[in-house]
């Protein structure tokens, strides 16, 4: 008996607006939506068992913001930062708002009660952070608000509550399966509730995607289980582009094994890295900077060190890295500038810092890319026209605020600024919007037929070995360095995967709360993106960013455009061009010139 | 120059399908510095893909991923095998879910139902002080933050909740945290309303003061002390000024 007959719409929900993901950019969204339209009822559909567990509670860093009445630092400088940071290629228009609107967004989450670290004056503290400078470059800024080293968590905390606050409803543990759409208008989405295996067909005026990040594709990645890419896998299914999906970025210092950030700061206190010989090996590639040079270009020294045989292999965990020496550092610093990413060391690596090298590797963290929108957060079908009723903010949107490379403090940032411009613009449209009408007739074909796959295929093929092939695949060939010939070979393996996945046999056909359907359904979307980003990968014949390219090393004029990217069927992936938006350097304002095409030179 | 260790996981499963639960025994290899997240996802891999366990951050910021290793409730992305064979002595370990909440399946608890306790005392700012006359932040002194920060640190993983000696009609420590950490913050005014969850039946009274919540906190949080604070009557209407 055939098991598509047995699935079907369990129930229907109408509400207002759906979002999907609720991490910090989704609530801070769906919190401006109630505040401006209080009343609207909101359906949030997260993945994880509870808002508070979503990715934005990890990150620790912090937010940068510039107080318009800053004696010192001003916003230009923080506009300015950001456009070079992201290699010329993010979008003026949006760098312009999220800068512009960063301080009162920090002081919307401390009056809604974020546990910010404080001044002698009691004022919300400030620190120095990567890439932020004052005056066009010169000296380091102080531009980062922070809650100690938990700054994501005081985020997601807050805005949390303040869905709670405004009575948000929450379907935990449960994933968007099927956008749903009537005449080009998205209205709503089947959702799967993985505790009870249960479809729900949300209706809703508005759907808003913020489903973060997705580097899980990579061998070592700093995000969690979660982040498969299932907001971008969607946008592809329904025939939308995804932009400059080549554009991930690497963070140098993962701690190996789990791959948890190990911060700049470290390198910033005097943390040194070594190579198998105990060779300091940045003194070589980078004479000056050393090992504060950029992020990317450390990445790249770490890995060459590694190809060339001289880094080390992790006996437990199988990884190649190298060391970071703490050893040198006094005491006193280790106890109180250093002491949680210390505590990482030791808690799971079992290492300790103080006497013993630290193992290093390169570590997929963040995806600047994501599904196009223009400045309000509305998705887009291509470069002139938007899907009615669909928006997208946070790290799975590309509006674009990071370009190719993102700057450390700004994907904060991003979260609460886009959010908030988001959600009042979601409230004006479902204000005069249509009903969304019925459940379309074609609704849960898509889904349908591909969970009764996954659960009545036979085959001998194994998710482990498919998916760990995958990883190694994509941290190999379309990871730190790319190169035509490595592309095209991880273009080719990818199809192979693709087919491999297709024989996969469930040892379960239940559908409540089995792990093996939803891994599976998720090892689909990590293919798929990666066929994505490794044909992105390959037409993008320059470095820019996150994305460099060992045969063509330099950033290259012809190719100053954002990449979109569709794929509706598994391999042809269709390619586009999204112009990036000038308009700070064409309004000829003051400073305009810093905003042209400028070298990334630190 | 890795040892490898040769475990016993006995794991306490539930199949709703058929409402069956039993222990099931599992045996294997690993690594000194393997985490049991680790260990749940070789046993995945290589021997049962049916175990079904929970997750997410898998480095202790996230509070998904606790469980009771030989009884003690902590978060199994933070204990290596290394350190588990030396603090409990042994290389069987006995693997559940925490007690919090229904079962799912196997390992999954469905923790909305016990955050229903962490809603109840409201974790947000109910009535905003007024802000201040410069329009921007509200001024904390550190000397202030500094007597409830390490509360705030609260990630709700229930470890407390699980290993408290009241069980029933309960507010539970991590819920009870959060309603203090709003009573010392001077932006909140609805004092009068926090302190009546307090000291209500399911608050303060059903403290024994048995410690058990700040002794398995895996955030170090000395839950106990701010119980304790509400318990001398601490907490008056004017708790943030204080």
Redesign the interface.
């Known amino acids: 008996m055939k098991l598509a007959k047995k699935l079907k719409i369990d129930s229907v929900l109408r509400p207002d607006v759906l979002v999907v993901g609720a991490g910090g950019a989704g609530l801070r969204c769906a919190a401006a939506i109630c505040n401006r339209r209080p009343g609207t009822r909101v359906v949030a559909v997260t993945k ?3 808002p ?4 934005t ?2 990150a620790q860093g912090g937010m940068a913001a510039v ?1 318009p009445r800053d004696p010192i630092d001003k916003v230009v400088y923080h506009m300015f930062d950001t456009w070079k940071g992201s290699d010329c290629s993010a979008d003026q228009n949006i760098i312009k708002i999220v800068c512009e609107s960063a301080w009162e967004q ?2 919307w989450l ?4 974020m ?2 670290s ?7 503290a400030k620190r120095p952070f990567g890439g932020h400078m004052l005056n066009f470059g010169e000296v380091k800024a102080f531009r980062s608000c922070y809650e ?1 080293d ?1 700054t994501g ?2 985020i997601m ?2 805005v ?3 869905s ?2 405004h009575g948000v409803m ?1 379907l ?1 543990q449960s994933v968007a399966t099927e956008l749903l759409f009537r005449n080009g208008r998205c209205v709503g989405a089947i959702v799967f509730m993985e ?1 009870n295996g249960k479809f729900v067909a949300v209706l809703a005026k508005a759907t808003v995607m913020a489903t973060g990040g997705k580097t899980r594709m990579y061998q070592v990645s700093t995000n ?3 982040n498969t890419g299932d907001g971008l896998a969607l946008t592809l299914q329904a025939g939308l582009p995804v932009m400059d999906v080549e554009a991930v970025q690497f963070h140098p210092t993962g701690i190996v ?2 791959g ?1 950030l190990a911060s700049e700061a470290l390198r910033g206190e005097g943390a040194i890295l070594r190579n198998k010989d105990e060779e300091p090996f940045m003194e070589r590639y980078a004479p000056t900077a050393k090992d504060l040079a950029p992020r990317d270009l450390v990445s790249r020294c770490i890995l060459t060190e590694i190809r060339e045989g001289r880094g080390c292999i992790h ?3 199988k990884l190649p890295h190298v060391w970071l020496d703490l050893r040198h550092i006094p005491e006193h610093i280790h106890k109180t500038r250093i002491q949680e990413v210390c505590g ?1 060391f030791c ?4 290492v300790e810092p103080q006497h013993e090298l630290c193992p290093v590797t390169p570590t997929a963290h963040y995806q600047m890319g994501g599904a196009p929108t223009n400045e309000f957060g509305e998705v887009q079908k291509d470069p002139q026209r938007i899907v009615a009723g669909l928006y997208a903010c946070g790290e799975f949107a590309a509006a674009s605020l990071h370009g190719h490379n993102r700057l450390g403090t700004n994907s904060l940032l991003e979260l609460i600024t886009m959010g908030k411009v988001v959600g009042e613009r979601v409230a004006d449209y479902i204000e005069d919007a249509e009903d969304p009408g019925d459940i379309p007739q074609d609704a849960g074909s898509h889904v349908f037929s591909q969970f009764s796959g996954y659960l009545e295929t036979e085959g001998q093929e194994r ?2 070995e498919i998916r760990d092939a995958l990883r190694v695949l994509m941290m190999d060939q379309v990871g730190v360095f790319r190169n035509e010939k490595g592309l095209m070979e991880a273009i080719e393996g990818l199809k192979e995967l693709k087919d491999r996945a297709r024989r996969m046999a ?3 056909k ?1 559908l ?5 359907l939803i891994q599976f359904w998720e090892l689909d979307h990590l293919l798929d993106i990666s066929m994505v980003i490794a044909q992105s990968a390959l037409a993008r014949k320059e470095s820019r960013g996150g994305h460099y390219r060992e045969d063509y090393p330099e950033r290259r004029s012809e190719f100053h455009y954002h990449t979109l990217a569709c794929m509706t069927e598994y391999g042809k992936v269709t390619l586009d061009r999204r112009p990036i938006d000038m308009s700070l350097y064409e309004a000829k304002g003051e400073h305009y010139e810093k905003f042209g095409i400028i070298e990334r030179k630190y | 120059m890795s040892l490898d260790y040769e475990l016993t996981l006995k794991i306490r499963r539930y199949d709703p399908d058929s409402e069956r639960a039993w222990v099931q025994d599992y045996h294997l290899k690993a690594g000194r510095i393997l985490r049991f997240v680790d260990l749940f996802r070789k046993i995945n891999d290589e021997q049962d893909p049916t175990l079904a366990w929970s997750s997410s951050c898998e480095h202790g910021q996230c509070g998904t991923c606790g469980m009771k290793i030989n009884g003690k409730p902590l978060l199994t992305c933070e204990l290596l095998v290394e350190k588990a064979v030396e603090q409990f002595k042994t290389h069987i370990f006995t693997v559940e879910p925490l007690t919090i909440a229904p079962v799912i399946r196997d390992l999954v608890i469905d923790l909305e139902r016990a955050y229903e306790r962490v809603h109840r005392v409201k974790p947000y700012i109910i009535a905003p002080a007024p802000p201040h006359p410069d329009g921007d932040e509200y001024r904390i002194f550190p000397r202030v933050l500094e007597k409830y920060v390490e509360a705030t640190r609260c990630i709700n993983c229930f470890c407390c909740a699980t290993a408290c000696v009241t069980q029933k009609n309960y507010l539970g420590p991590n819920a009870m945290l959060a309603n203090v950490v709003r009573l010392m913050d001077p932006r909140e005014t609805a004092d009068k309303e926090r302190l009546d969850i307090l000291y209500s039946e399911q608050g303060t009274p059903r403290c024994r003061t048995a410690l058990a919540c700040s002794f398995v906190c895996p955030k170090e949080i000395d839950i106990a002390h701010f119980i304790a604070l509400a318990k001398e009557g601490h907490f008056s209407e004017n708790a943030s000024s204080a």
């Not at chain 1, 401390?110 to 009660?113: A, D, P, Q, T, V």
């Not at chain 1, 808690?347 to 079992?350: L, Q």
């Open positions: 994880v068992h509870s508070q567990k979503s990715h509670s990890t107080d920090v002081v401390e009056r809604h009660g546990h910010f404080r001044t002698e004056e009691g004022r919300i100690a938990r968590k005081g905390d807050t949390w509550g303040e709670l606050r929450f935990n505790q969690c289980r979660q094994g789990p948890i006996p437990d965990h990482f808690k799971f690596v079992g998710y482990a469930p040892a379960s239940s409540i709360m089995n792990l093996e």
